[in-house]
């Protein structure tokens, strides 16, 4: 089977997203750039606890199916995009988490309100524009609401995390909706405090040590 390894990794990563609450149904989509350029990307319409690596689509950057029996996610432009103008991602989660999504609909940004808001999704987390799902107008809003951090909610829809590799796209994925969970509860109870700025250069600085220390942990 073409690509084993990279198929595996991210049917890994449809489960996790799963198990984490981070979507459901089959809502939600993940990819990996391989080392040659060509994207694994999760199929549209599928159960992911039913999914097996095989059904994983490989596509070239510019959506010319090269392996696979299934269509490739119908958020593939939005993928695509995002890899052509971020040279350092080589994985992308899509999520439709609850609190992420609350402030997808009222477009609330998140601030760095915690050390960990701010060490592994970057200065802010921006709302994106809206545009109609699996349109190329939507996957420029979402480059541009990425700019160069990690995470991005899309508006009326849902989030996106990326990273350097795919630990780091789910890791990201997963502080995004705890810092999104925080966020609204905080400013249910009362005043929301952020970080100093200064602090957040110091933070970001530190996160690479953090994740590769946690990723070496036996």
């Known amino acids: 089977m073409l690509y084993s390894e990279e198929r595996e990794i991210v049917l890994n990563a449809c489960r996790e997203m799963v198990s984490s609450n981070l979507t459901v149904g089959s809502w939600g989509n993940i990819s990996l750039r391989a080392k040659d350029g060509n994207i694994v990307i999760t ?38 995009e995002i890899y052509k103008n971020r040279a350092d991602v080589m994985a992308i989660v899509h999520t439709h988490s609850i609190y992420s999504s ?16 701010a060490m592994l999704l970057g200065n802010r987390v921006n709302v994106s524009r809206y545009a109609l799902t699996g349109t ?14 990690n995470a991005t909610i899309m508006k009326n ?13 789910i890791i990201a994925s997963q502080v995004l909706e705890k810092s999104a969970r925080i966020f609204v ?9 952020i970080l100093p700025p200064e602090d957040v250069i110091k933070l970001r600085g530190m996160s690479e040590g953090y994740l590769n220390q946690w990723k070496n942990w036996k």
């Open 136 to 149: 190329m107008e939507l996957a420029r809003y979402v480059v541009e609401g990425l700019e160069l951090n």
């Open 185 to 193: 509860t905080a400013k249910m109870i009362g005043e929301v405090n």
């Open 102 to 117: 609350v402030l997808a609909v009222t477009g609330d940004g998140i601030p760095p309100v915690t050390e960990d808001t």
């Open 43 to 80: 199929p549209s319409g599928t159960n992911y606890n039913k999914s097996n690596a095989e059904d994983m689509v490989i596509t070239d950057i510019d959506g010319k199916v090269i392996d696979g029996k299934l269509k490739p996610s119908s958020e593939r432009l939005m993928h695509y």
């Open 157 to 169: 829809h849902g989030a996106v995390s990326v990273g350097t590799d795919m630990e780091r796209a």
